[in-house]
């Protein structure tokens, strides 16, 4: 389905909980998220209609967020329940990796097509720092387990931090040199937490990597391919370049709520809808879907929330 500005809305970001294993310092305050009943976020099984009513609605790849999605219980019946609907085309999960050495063969049989793995450091001391429990190797183990599960066309995600990772743009570009996988700076967004850390433009790295080739693009990302090397370079900029005018998704958030852009508080309750409710309700989500953000402008987003409780 079009929205009022003619953009064609593909892709469903799904969050299926606001709860995660890490505390990464730009995401998610430090005492993490106060416990909330279970019953006000949606259930698997209410997942999984949202997800088939999306696709009901001209969408056709859903990915799968939080949060952190491998803490969410029933995980692999939300994966086989929204592989299995006639129109999802390509099913994608993006996490920490922490917990993909348990999970990522049963989330390859559970229909899950593709990985985004989240890793801003190479670092072990950093990367405790960033994430305040975490440890690398839990994190690279992940990695190493994705691909031995079969999982093809891994990307990584890095936000990038001045004084904080700026220095290891070079080995990060290495690692698409090296590997057949995508590596994706990410400007952060002064969103929650994300609005008190230090912003880096994504343009550092082509400054620190001036042999990068353009390659073509791919949704938000411009990319670029290191010369000889199997992988790619990706550069996603919603604060140097706004790429609203391509933007092809609407989110919804773990207590059902569809937000029709990142960067506004306009959300619309799905709970309790079914059928041709929830569809219409969906349809009336993508219409009203912003021309743009205005973060370039205001210096702020308007999200009303923090990352962990939309899913990025
Ligand atoms: N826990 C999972 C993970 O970290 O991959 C999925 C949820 S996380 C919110 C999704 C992505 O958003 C991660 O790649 C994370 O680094 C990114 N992110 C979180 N806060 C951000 C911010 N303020 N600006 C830009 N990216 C952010
Ligand atoms: Fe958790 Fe992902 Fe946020 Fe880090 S970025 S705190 S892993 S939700």
Redesign the pocket.
Known sequence: MRDRCGRSITYLRLSVTDR?S?R?R??MPAGGVPKRDHRDICSVEELVEIARAAADCGVRKVRL?????LVRRGILDICRGISAIPGVEELCL???GAALPQLAKPLKEAGVDRL???L?TLRPDRYAYMTRVGRLEDALRGLEAAEEAGFAGTKL?V?LMKGFNEDEIPDFVDLARRYPLEVRF?????????GS?PFLPAQAVLDACPDLRPAKGSGVARRYRPPGGPGLVGLIEPMSHRFCGDCDRIRVTADGKLKPCLHSDQELPLRGLHGEELRRAIETGIAAKPERHHMNETGRSEAGRN??Q???
């Open positions: 995660c890490l990464c730009y995401c967020t939080g949060g952190e999605p993006t996490t920490n985004n793995v989240s801003d995600n936000v990410i400007e952060l967004m002064p969103i929650g937490e994300g850390a990352m962990h939309i899913g990025g």
